[in-house]
């Protein structure tokens, strides 16, 4: 329904959406708490302006797939920012138009976002989600039983995550490049590759953060540079902490661990040369480390 000349809404209910779901320039949409949309099978939701699903605790709202799955969710350079509260969005594949292919089951543009109290699963998307040269932030935020990555976020210049968990991921829990990120009071499990990944000169600070069951926990690539503070890594499988050059454009990485505890891991932390790793005041000793092989052990080369 039209409430005024830029914006849209729909009426609280439960709809099944037959075709694409495609709000034009010029209009916002707001969907209210109580509400599901239920897409058909390759359905997608694209939106030229902000989005906002306004759910509530008790009257969240629900986009999901009327089968197995559905396309899933884009918002593109839209001018004002999103927000997307209380709310689950589930079971997308990916979306493929004429070509045009998305990496995530949601996709932000240069589009901003704040997301809280919401979740994110089922997914058999390359990303769950992906978030493009847009701020974003974080906040209760859980998402699960991805196929994939659980976040890939390129060239954001001001990301915040608090208080979120990422879990049951077949890929990386969160993956930056070019991004200036700040991650507090944040949970990782059941991680098959890497829970935190910096690449392409990102910058991340870390505090308070558990990670448990992980192929790498904290892995800084190519000229970025991670900060943690306060944080434990449990039972990686290759190592807790990591740092080296995967493409040589770019440079050597860092990382600079203070009060953080590694435990249950055969490697505490593997630094490639002219990378720095130090770990509670200790630099490790770098090692002529093949990149490669490192990928090869069970762990997907994201």
Known sequence: MKIDDSQLAVAQGDWRVSGDLI???????????????????????????????????EFQIVLTAQNNSWGGMVIINAQEKSKITYSKIEKMAGIERGGWILTGGINFYQSPVDISFTKIGNNQTEDAI??????????????????????????????????????????????????????????????????????????LNISNVFIKNTGIGIASKDLSHVEVINSTI??????????????????????????TNIIGSDVEAICQIKSEITLNGEEITPQDINVDMLYEQDVPAN
Not at 29 to 48: A, E
Not at 141 to 146: A, G, K, N, P
Not at 236 to 253: D, F, M
Request: glycine share 12%.
């Open 23 to 57: 709000i034009p320039d010029g209009y916002d949409l707001l969907v209210f708490g109580g509400t599901t949309l239920r897409f058909g099978t390759n359905n997608i939701f694209l939106s030229y302006g902000k989005v906002e699903l306004l759910g509530e605790e």
């Open 234 to 259: 449990e039972s990686s499988k290759i190592a807790g902490l990591a740092a080296y050059i995967k493409k040589p454009v770019y440079g050597p990485a860092s990382i600079n661990a203070i009060d």
């Open 130 to 203: 992906n978030i493009i040269r847009s701020s974003f932030s974080f906040e209760y935020v859980e998402i699960h039983d991805t196929s994939s990555d659980a976040f890939d976020g390129d060239f954001i210049t001001n990301g915040k995550i608090i208080n979120c968990s990422f879990h049951d991921v077949g890929g990386d829990g969160i993956d930056f490049s070019g991004s200036q990120i700040d991650v507090t009071d944040t949970y990782f499990s059941n991680i098959n590759d890497k829970a935190v990944s910096a690449g392409e000169n990102s910058e």
